[in-house]
């Protein structure tokens, strides 16, 4: 008798309820679940943009670094284009040149280009804002190693062949100058790029 108590409460609408029962409980963890994961993608996402925020900062900080000593080292290149010119024509030459402060390397930010990478957000930025982050970060290298190969220009000093010193000077002073000029309009383009997906 207990047998046929236990086939009645299967069958029928017994079966119906359990799987409405089954049903609604499958569809809530599976809401549960999207829910998390569009959680977990707004938040993600609400990152990426605070990290693009960062990056443009850090862009705007470097532009005013450059900007405040693009000019000086135009200017000192074209000093020592007037050394060497002086040198040729007379055999004689001054240095330093009057004026001359030595060359201001800024010291330029990249933390926050470092920390979206890191925390894997930068997939999440436009393609375009991607590239363009990708080329300030090339050109802040380039920049860098041009001010560093100047300074190690200074350090071979050879004053019996002043010609081949200022040339060697004048040579990374220029490069120092023109990637100044080349990361100026990196930085401007990557800014601009920034905005437009904001």
Request: net charge negative; glycine share 6%; charged share 25%.
């Amino acid at each position: 008798m207990s047998d046929g108590g236990v086939a009645r409460g299967i069958s029928g609408r017994g079966v119906a309820r359990l799987a409405v029962e089954l049903t609604l409980i499958c569809a809530g963890a599976l809401l549960a679940l999207a829910f998390d994961e569009w959680r977990e993608q707004r938040e993600l996402d609400n990152r990426a943009g605070a990290m693009l925020e960062q990056i443009a900062a850090e862009f705007r900080t470097n532009h005013e670094r450059i900007s405040a000593v693009v000019d000086y080292h135009r200017e000192m290149a074209d000093v020592m284009n007037e050394l060497a010119r002086q040198l040729a024509d007379d055999g004689q030459w001054n240095f330093p040149p009057e004026g001359y402060g030595g060359v201001q390397v800024p010291t330029l930010l990249t933390a926050s280009v470092e920390a979206a990478t890191m925390a894997q957000v930068v997939p999440r930025f436009p393609p375009d804002v991607i590239r363009e982050i990708s080329e300030v970060t090339t050109q802040i290298r380039k920049y860098e190693r041009d001010a560093q190969n100047y300074g190690l220009a200074t350090l071979q000093t050879d004053f019996a062949n002043g010609t081949r010193y200022l040339r060697l000077l004048n040579f990374w002073l220029e490069s120092m100058a023109r990637s100044e000029v080349e990361l100026l309009e990196s930085i401007d383009t990557a800014l601009a790029s920034i905005e437009a997906v904001r």
